[in-house]
């Protein structure tokens, strides 16, 4: 199936949300989850969505087209129906719609994107990877944008385009670094730091939307890699455990 970054990103802010409101959920339900997300996904992102069957097929049937319409309801509703996040992949374009804004555009009266597919195919590659890694949660879905352009582009368009500082995404960009440093050795041309934008979207190459298809463009092997790299730069020390007068305290939690 040919579906676009945004039913990727979209799904996986669907599966993550409603997890996070959920208390011990069966692993035999997480195969019924993703393919439910991915329909929700799809069903509000793309133009021509595959039918039910076609859902329940690809899990070679571990999951009925009844069940996934029972369980859509239950995550809407987990949802609170707020199906419209704002991704990381719509961050990047944003940042790099901005980042094009000073050079020649065409006019086209209709709002196409005016930046390089290849740039931004490059961020987003390193977004791809980051994401899998549960840490990014850690981080809003704009400073993961604005910290992976930081690293796979510029850093000065990265603070510019989003209005970030340096400090702002000095956490982020610390954390997405070894990322970043193993694609690079996964794919050298990545090396190539850019000097001046490449040029943008023109009125011959504007009807090409293949850069917006999402891509299976990472490995488990090449998230092992990062994991491990990133891993040698977490500093090791011994856990303190809490004072006596602690140890059988409970507390509230509070999440914002």
Not at 210 to 216: M, P, R, T, Y
């Amino acid at each position: 199936y040919k579906l676009h970054r945004e039913t990727y990103y979209m799904t996986i802010d669907y599966i993550d949300r409603y997890l996070s409101s959920q208390v011990d959920v069966p692993k035999q339900q997480l195969q019924l989850i993703g393919i439910t997300c991915l329909q929700l996904a799809t069903k509000n992102e793309e133009i021509y969505p595959p039918k039910m069957q076609e859902y329940a097929y690809v899990t070679d049937g571990a999951c009925t087209e009844s069940e996934i319409i029972t369980k859509e309801i239950v995550i809407c509703k987990a949802l609170d129906w707020r199906l419209n996040p704002v991704t990381p992949i719509s961050w990047l374009k944003t940042f790099l719609q901005i980042c094009y804004n000073d050079k020649a555009r065409h006019s086209l009266g209709f709002m196409y994107p005016q930046f390089s597919p290849t740039i931004f195919s490059r961020v987003a590659h390193l977004l791809n990877l980051c994401t899998l890694d549960t840490s990014s949660l850690r981080f809003s879905y704009s400073t993961l944008a604005a910290s992976a352009l930081y690293l796979a582009l510029n850093p000065h368009l990265a603070t510019h385009a989003s209005g970030l500082s340096e400090e702002d995404l000095a956490a982020c960009v610390d954390w997405m670094t070894p990322f970043w440093e193993v694609l690079k050795e996964e794919v050298p041309e990545y090396t190539k730091n850019f000097s001046k934008l490449l040029a943008g979207v023109t009125k011959t190459t504007m009807l090409d939307d293949s850069f917006n298809l999402q891509k299976h463009d990472i490995s488990l092997s090449l998230l092992d890699s990062a994991l491990s790299e990133a891993a040698k730069r977490t500093p090791s020390c011994l856990m303190t455990p809490p004072s006596s007068n602690k140890k059988n305290c409970t507390q509230d939690l509070t999440y914002t």
